[in-house]
């Protein structure tokens, strides 16, 4: 199946020493992507060594790189480095209405589609269009270390639409490669308690970060970033 929509995707990873991963990643999804017949393009988005890693202001940063490569990007697929899709249907474009979860069924988590993964459920691999990620202002800069900017982000989307459009479990199966637990911000429930009051004024239009280096080659482009 190919992309219905000639959109221009940009995928954005998060990124920091998981060369395994990395390394299946790129080879198993331009093979995936190929078959799409899309126009892409990756970018890995990596701090320096010595920060403690945010994964959302990452995405944020992230997004707005890709823009300054490319104005003509109109599909921003946020993508976590160990994942993998399963099914070849699952078509990377993104939906004109609504922001969409990509990753509805896991193997990590047994493929489970109840409870929290039936319809909360907001990691691993989101896509907005252009306009959508600027109307919900990006994700919030704030969380750093593991846990709930993704929880965040969902209700910022849903603060803006009335519906996540989701894939079917079919057909957003992915695999997960394992690896090692990030340290938790301890602060992560306080931030989201107070998450509604902040997206304003928190996200895309506050993000700080300088572009310490770009390395550029024919698989991805990568921003080693300072924040």
Not at 6 to 29: C, E, G, Q, T, W
Not at 164 to 173: D, K, T, V, Y
Request: aromatic share 16%; charged share 25%.
């Amino acid at each position: 199946m190919e992309n219905s929509r000639n959109s221009k995707v940009a995928i954005i990873v998060p990124y920091r020493d998981r060369v395994k991963n990395l390394y299946i990643f790129l080879l198993y999804m331009h093979k995936f992507l190929s078959r799409q017949n899309i126009e892409y393009g990756i970018y890995l988005i990596e701090p320096l060594g010595y920060l403690t890693f945010n994964r959302a202001l990452l995405l944020n940063t992230g997004y707005l790189e890709a823009l300054k490569e490319d104005q003509n990007f109109d599909c921003f697929i946020l993508h976590d480095v160990d994942m993998l899709p399963e099914n070849n249907n699952n078509i990377y474009e993104c939906d004109t209405l609504y922001p969409k979860q990509m990753a509805v069924s896991i193997n990590t988590y047994g493929y489970s589609t109840e409870g929290y993964f039936k319809e909360k459920y907001f990691g691993g691999i989101n896509a907005f269009t252009k306009e959508q990620f600027r109307k919900i202002n990006g994700f919030s800069n704030l969380y750093f270390g593991w846990g709930m900017e993704d929880d965040d982000a969902r209700n910022r989307a849903l603060a803006q639409y009335p519906k996540i459009a989701r894939l079917s479990p079919e057909i957003g199966r992915y695999f997960a490669n394992c690896h090692q637990t990030q340290s938790k911000n301890p602060d992560r429930y306080l931030l989201y308690m107070r998450s509604s009051s902040r997206f304003q004024t928190d996200g895309l239009n506050s993000v700080q970060y300088k572009i310490v280096k770009v390395e550029k080659n024919s698989l991805f482009t990568r921003f080693y970033v300072k924040y």
